[in-house]
């Protein structure tokens, strides 16, 4: 599977326009980490369609060396944070969210580690023919926790649209593992998450109904 700057863009756009229509839908306080989703990967995507130009010698190196670090630190510091908390936020059920909570303090953890490690180690990006490789001091152990964190909070929650946007997650996952060499995997799969996420605009605006309900019957009642 082959990607480029234009592929980045688009997503980037289509992204953009999403958290455009989710921000204009009636969101509670408990979900607006959640609602952050679709700008953060707007701004990821639009992040690596500049390294796309810089790979291909459009733009210099000093956009490079902005945005490889803001692209990782989104890809490997903020997601196994976020989610879990995004998720956590938006849990109704206890048992549930302690299952949640678990991830936040595993997240919490990757999230640290890969921090230390993009300040100790340089961070480069490289193009193969149809993908980018970031160079970032990741240790395999990481790796499994990393997938927990990021995938098992929406898969617990109970919220049955989260709980299918958790399963694409998951088998999007799968798909850039068998798609995507172990160096391009990290880029593969966050434009496939990326993606996803525009889906998260059907979740708010499904649980934008009742409002909607609640307060057309409030007014009735008014009259």
């Known amino acids: ?3 480029s700057a234009e592929a980045s863009f688009a997503a980037s ?5 999403t958290s455009v229509a989710v921000v204009r839908l009636p ?6 980490p959640l609602s952050l989703f679709p700008a953060i990967f707007a701004a990821h995507q639009f992040i690596e369609g500049v390294l796309w130009l810089n790979q291909d010698g459009v733009l210099p190196d000093t956009f490079k060396a902005v945005a490889v670090p803001a692209y990782a630190l989104i890809a490997y510091v903020l997601w196994p944070v976020l989610v879990p908390f995004a998720a956590y936020m938006t849990e109704p059920e206890h048992r549930r969210r302690l299952i949640i909570l678990v991830c936040q303090v595993i997240g919490l953890g990757v999230g640290l580690s890969l921090a230390l490690g993009l300040l100790q ?6 193009a193969t023919c149809c993908s980018l490789v970031y160079h970032v001091n990741a240790p395999d152990l990481l790796l499994a926790p990393y997938l927990v964190a990021v995938s098992i909070p929406f898969l617990a929650s109970s919220r049955r649209s989260l709980m299918l946007f958790g399963v694409g997650i998951t088998v999007s996952c799968a798909v850039a593992a068998f798609t995507a060499s172990a160096a391009t995997f990290p880029s593969v799969w966050c434009f496939f998450a990326a993606i996803l996420s525009a889906g998260l605009y059907l979740h708010f605006r499904m649980a934008a109904r009742p409002s909607a309900s609640m307060l057309t019957s409030m007014r009735a009642l008014h009259c």
């Open 1 to 3: 599977m082959c990607f």
């Open 13 to 17: 756009g289509v992204l953009a326009a």
């Open 27 to 32: 969101i509670d306080r408990h979900s607006r």
């Open 121 to 126: 180690g340089p961070v480069d990006v490289s």
